[in-house]
């Protein structure tokens, strides 16, 4: 299971933490990532981590304000969100993968998600 919280209001230029928790099966997992949807739009990839090396990737929109962590001790990943824009409001969803060779950037190298959290930002 995986359990996201940290959404809420802010307004443009302010910051968020979105953080993760995976619980059950967690020695399985071996990357983890979050993706977001905006009404009417498809979800789309935000950031990714690999478990072992801590390998990050993200995506064009949210390098340089977005940072993906870590904590594998709490089988923990966070979204740590500064400079937010308008454009970033969305429902985040983290997910978590088996095989950390799988492509991050694509939804279907995932096979757990969570219930999504909603960020909502204010011009």
């Known amino acids: 299971q995986l359990q996201a919280s940290g959404g809420g209001l802010v307004q443009a230029g302010g910051s968020l933490r979105l953080s993760c928790a995976a619980s059950g099966r967690t020695f399985s997992i071996n990357m983890m990532g979050w993706f977001r949807q905006a009404p009417g739009k498809e979800r789309e990839f935000v950031a990714a981590?690999?478990?072992?090396?801590?390998?990050?990737y993200y995506a064009d929109s949210v390098k340089g304000r977005f940072t993906i962590s870590r904590d594998n001790a709490k089988n923990t990943v966070y979204l740590q969100m500064n400079s937010l824009k308008p454009e970033d409001t969305a429902v985040y969803y983290c997910?978590?993968?088996?095989?950390?060779?799988?492509?991050?950037?694509?939804?279907?190298?995932?096979?757990?998600w969570g219930q999504g959290t909603q960020v909502t930002v204010s011009s």
């Open positions: 981590i690999k478990w072992s090396g801590g390998s990050t």
């Open positions: 997910a978590a993968a088996r095989d950390a060779w799988r492509v991050p950037y694509v939804k279907g190298a995932y096979d757990y």
